[in-house]
């Protein structure tokens, strides 16, 4: 059965401090691997991962996928209390959907 | 471009009631998806269509049907309501099904069934 595992389920920080967020999966023929934002509302495109090793960067956010291990991490660095939101990596399963993971809160405090 | 659009944004049913959600999207993309998300389960997949004209089992879908009414709009109905699926109803679209394209997500429906 495929499956997206993140960890941790929540975490708390204070502004500029980096985080890093994990997520793990078993999937049948891996093709890609996705990093979601979800604040209130719907779920909003970060990343698309295929390969392993190469860094995608958009800011201060940056993620970079190991298929020999079976995971991604998410990079946030120098936080601010907008990037307080859940964030979801999901991964594509055999019926051409997403899987996702449950989602990490992190919560930025001033 | 208004992206993935979603109608109502809020419902509160009764026991046995039905609707049905719409969904439409103006990016020309083939596939649509209709997913629940639930506190602690993460996302779900209904129901999907690859392309108009089809459409497929997702993870969870007793108690739901769907159409795909051409390429632009796909509805989620659900006939008899329960309070089980009380939840927050997403519609996303890709280019294409397989995995190597991005969904896209409209803003969701809150559903209440009392």
């Known amino acids: 059965e495929d499956k997206v595992v993140q960890s941790p389920l929540s975490l708390v920080v204070h502004e500029g401090d980096t985080v890093t967020l994990n997520c793990s999966y078993e999937?049948?023929?891996?093709?890609?691997l996705l990093w979601y934002k979800q604040e209130k509302k719907a779920p909003t495109f970060l990343f698309m991962l295929?390969?392993?090793?190469i860094e995608k960067k958009s800011g201060r956010l940056s993620s970079i996928l190991d298929k020999k291990e079976l995971f991604s991490i998410l990079n946030i660095t120098a936080t601010q209390t907008g990037d307080s939101a859940v964030y979801l990596c999901?991964?594509?399963?055999?019926?051409?959907?997403?899987?996702f993971g449950k989602g990490t809160k992190l919560s930025v405090k001033p | 471009n208004a992206g993935v659009t979603q109608t109502p944004k809020f419902q509160v049913l009764k026991t046995g009631q039905s609707m049905t959600l719409q969904c439409a999207q103006d990016?020309?993309?083939?596939?649509m998806y209709w997913y629940r998300q639930d506190p602690g389960m993460g996302l779900r997949l209904i129901y999907y269509?690859?392309?108009?004209?089809?459409?497929d089992k997702g993870e969870v879908p007793n108690g739901y049907n769907v159409s795909r009414l051409n390429k632009r709009e796909f509805s989620l109905r659900l006939e008899s309501a329960a309070p089980s699926q009380t939840s927050v109803y997403f519609c996303?679209?890709?280019?294409?099904?397989?995995?190597?394209?991005?969904?896209?997500f409209g803003p969701g429906t809150r559903l209440t069934v009392t």
């Open positions: 295929t390969s392993s090793g």
């Open positions: 269509s690859a392309s108009e004209g089809t459409t």
């Open positions: 999937v049948t023929n891996f093709r890609s």
């Open positions: 999901a991964v594509g399963g055999s019926q051409g959907n997403l899987i």
């Open positions: 996303a679209s890709s280019e294409a099904g397989g995995r190597l394209y991005e969904q896209y």
């Open positions: 990016m020309n993309h083939n596939s």
